[in-house]
């Protein structure tokens, strides 16, 4: 695939090149700053018309206890099998691939995040939250190269 690369593809590569090993199936960023800017969707994001697939996350935010275990719902408008992955997004920083085929761990990920579901309802588990993990908590479908719309990511704080 490298030796193939054209300039505009680029920043795509650049973009997707850490998560390769996760197997993801993906589109293409026009930018860098692009394929953060849509949170790392991969597809392109639209208004929500005939064909997208609509994820929701619950809850919208959180502030929870050091020690406590923690549950993230992320919910698709269409079966999307176990083509689920969840990131973790802290300030400053690209969004990190927790978990990928709903249940998978990323090599290098604490055993403490652990994921869930099939169809249309996946969770996000935190065992014994650390400091460490507050962030943006994002799930993203990846089923085909269709539009993804998201409704929110789950901003969680903990002290």
Known sequence: MEKNLKK???????????????KI???CCS???????NLLLFFHVSSGSSGDILLTQT????????GQTVSIRCKT??????????????PGEAPKL?????TSRQSGVSTRFSGSGSGTDFTLTVSGVQ????????????TAPVHTVIQRRTKTSVS
């Open 8 to 22: 505009q593809h680029l920043p795509f590569f650049h973009c997707f090149s850490k998560v390769k090993k996760a």
């Open 25 to 27: 199936l993906f589109g």
């Open 31 to 37: 930018s860098f700053s692009i394929c953060f800017n």
């Open 59 to 66: 809850p919208g935010s959180q502030s929870v206890v050091l």
């Open 77 to 90: 408008s269409t079966s999307v099998g176990t083509y689920l992955n969840w990131y973790l997004q802290k």
């Open 98 to 102: 927790l978990i990928y085929s709903s």
């Open 131 to 142: 400091t460490e993990d507050s962030g943006d908590y994002y799930c993203q479908q990846v």
